[in-house]
């Protein structure tokens, strides 16, 4: 046989034998983010005064049980109420509020995180929607001075309706939740009087 022919055919062989392991090796595809830019969007609907905790991603869920998916982004500000009427959001304070004092133009001032960060909840309901040209309802909001080290999206039923709430642990690891009771924000933690079957949450399926 041919040296040429037989050099030829020795590479082609080699070449079919690594076919496999590149196809192993090959980076898997990632998928795309919902929400690519977290960062610009919160400050085009919130503005300048907030910035995002980069240590907290976005969360989605169906916070108002209307069927359409809303936005939870983590952000600070040291001024929320600032800019609430230049975008048409409204500052919540759902955490004093239980304990009866709930006022945000009051509370604002309060300092209820240590590191001193003026950490936020900013909630956009229904925020893949196109936006409407006169809206009636409040869609978009800031919630102050909830204490939390870790947030999450779980279910909740609530007045016999299934919706999403947001889950928070603090630094003494306590369980709280923030929900939309239809009308307001509200806060309630495991193991208050009266709150615990707010915690008995349905299955995920």
């Not at 392991?21 to 609907?45: N, V």
């Amino acid at each position: 046989m041919d040296s040429t022919f037989k050099s030829a055919l020795r590479c082609l062989t080699a070449c079919l034998l690594a076919l496999p392991l590149l196809a192993q090796t090959a980076p898997p595809t990632s998928a795309a983010s919902p929400l690519p830019d977290p960062s610009a969007y919160l400050e085009r609907q919130f503005g300048t005064t907030f910035k995002l905790d980069p240590k907290l991603p976005p969360m989605f869920g169906d916070l108002d049980g209307d069927g359409n998916e809303d936005l939870v982004l983590v952000g600070t500000s040291s001024t929320p109420l600032l800019s609430q009427q230049q975008f048409r959001f409204k500052v919540a304070d759902p955490y004093d509020s239980y304990y009866g004092t709930g006022d945000p133009k009051i509370t604002s001032q309060f300092g209820l995180h240590f590191d001193g960060s003026s950490r936020c909840l900013l909630i956009v309901f229904g925020w893949r929607l196109p936006p409407e040209k006169s809206k009636v309802r409040v869609s978009k909001y800031v919630l102050i001075n909830t204490p939390f080290e870790t947030v999450s999206i779980v279910n909740l039923r609530l007045k016999k309706k299934n919706i999403q709430a947001v889950e928070t642990i603090d630094r003494t690891s306590l369980h709280a939740l923030v929900f939309w009771d239809g009308r307001r924000w509200r806060w309630s933690a495991q193991g208050m009087e009266g709150d615990d079957s707010l915690f008995k949450m349905p299955s995920q399926n």
